[in-house]
């Protein structure tokens, strides 16, 4: 995964406001605990980073790989 789907993944499950304000405020226990921003300045993958956090704020599976934001015939 790219940094710049996990933000993708991150805007669409949070909203943009709320995304940058949890990445850089919430402390994720699996991630050593630091802050998703922590953790991927650090070089934990985005995947890894993404995943923690999805768990730590109950994401359930089905929302974890996105919005399909193709149009619809």
Not at 5 to 20: K, Q, V
Not at 42 to 70: I, Y
Request: charged share 30%.
């Amino acid at each position: 995964m790219r940094l710049s789907h996990f933000w993708s993944l991150m805007n669409d499950e949070f909203g943009e406001s709320y995304a940058g304000s949890l990445a850089r405020d919430h402390v994720i226990g699996a991630l050593g605990n630091r802050t998703a921003l922590q953790a991927l300045e650090e070089g934990d993958p985005p995947r890894t980073v993404w995943l923690a956090l999805c768990d730590d704020m109950d994401v359930p599976e089905s929302r974890r790989l996105g919005v399909d934001h193709r149009a619809k015939k």
